[in-house]
């Protein structure tokens, strides 16, 4: 019998506790192939030593030079193996659990890094707000490293990011705006569920990642998450909705 594959995610004050769009990713990833595991809780400043610990790989290069690690990240104790970034862990579950929901059916990896791209591209707009969102309802320890980072790469207080007025109601509607490309993709995949139709497949982690990251900090009951539900005809509450069996926190 196989044992619970270990998932490094970042915790927060929520009740759900799970909200970055990034580990949302593999989290999506994870319960879409339908593999045991568990979630372990790692605040920011405690990333780069577990990392060093298990022999994660670095998946970036910090201002100064020096290697940038990052989560999610999973340890698979049936494999031995550790893999750092969404992209990859999914690459690696559809690889070592072939039997589960294919997260990438064939051919499809380099349309779902275009995908990502485009999803990103659309909603660039809100982050700074997003930003300061998550900010704030980090753990002490991460939001302090949370805010300090960011704010050395924005050269601006937190509470700049995205102060209420015109900038941030243009932003908002520059995503909306933005959106309807991504909305004119999934009409055309027949009226299906999912990105691939009636098959959900990690197209759906990256994109649900990204509408959850604004649905939890924001808050379900948010005028925020209402208002991006309804755009383009309800599409993204409804597709939320419908990602829900894949939501789960373990």
Request: glycine share 10%; hydrophobic share 40%; aromatic share 12%.
């Amino acid at each position: 019998m196989s044992s619970p594959i270990i998932f490094y995610d970042l915790p927060s004050t929520l009740a759900l506790n799970a909200w970055s769009p990034n580990t949302w990713k593999a989290r999506y990833a994870l319960n879409i192939k339908g593999v045991a595991y568990k979630t372990e809780w790692v605040e920011y400043p405690d990333i780069e030593a577990l990392a060093k610990k298990i022999g994660a790989p670095a998946t970036g290069t910090k201002a100064d030079g020096s290697p940038l690690y990052t989560l999610p990240m999973i340890n698979d104790p049936n494999t031995g193996k550790v893999v750092a970034d969404s992209f990859l862990i999914a690459v690696y579950l559809d690889t070592t659990y072939p039997s589960g929901t294919t997260l990438f059916p064939p051919g499809t990896k380099s349309l779902m890094a275009a995908l990502e791209a485009g999803v990103t591209g659309s909603i660039g707009s809100i982050f700074p707000y997003q930003l300061a969102t998550s900010c704030y309802i980090l753990n002490p320890s991460s939001e302090k490293y949370f805010r300090v980072t960011r704010e050395a790469a924005y050269g601006k207080k937190i509470e700049e990011f995205s102060p209420a007025g015109a900038q941030r109601d243009a932003d908002w509607a520059k995503a909306k705006e933005g959106l309807v490309a991504v909305d004119d993709w999934l009409s055309k995949n027949g009226g299906g569920k999912f990105v691939m139709g009636n098959t959900v497949t990690y197209a759906d982690g990256i994109l649900g990642a990204w509408l959850t990251w604004i649905k939890v900090t924001n808050g379900e009951s948010s005028a925020v998450w209402k208002d991006v539900a309804s755009w383009h005809g309800g599409r993204w509450g409804t597709y939320i909705t419908n990602l829900q069996p894949f939501a789960t926190v373990l």
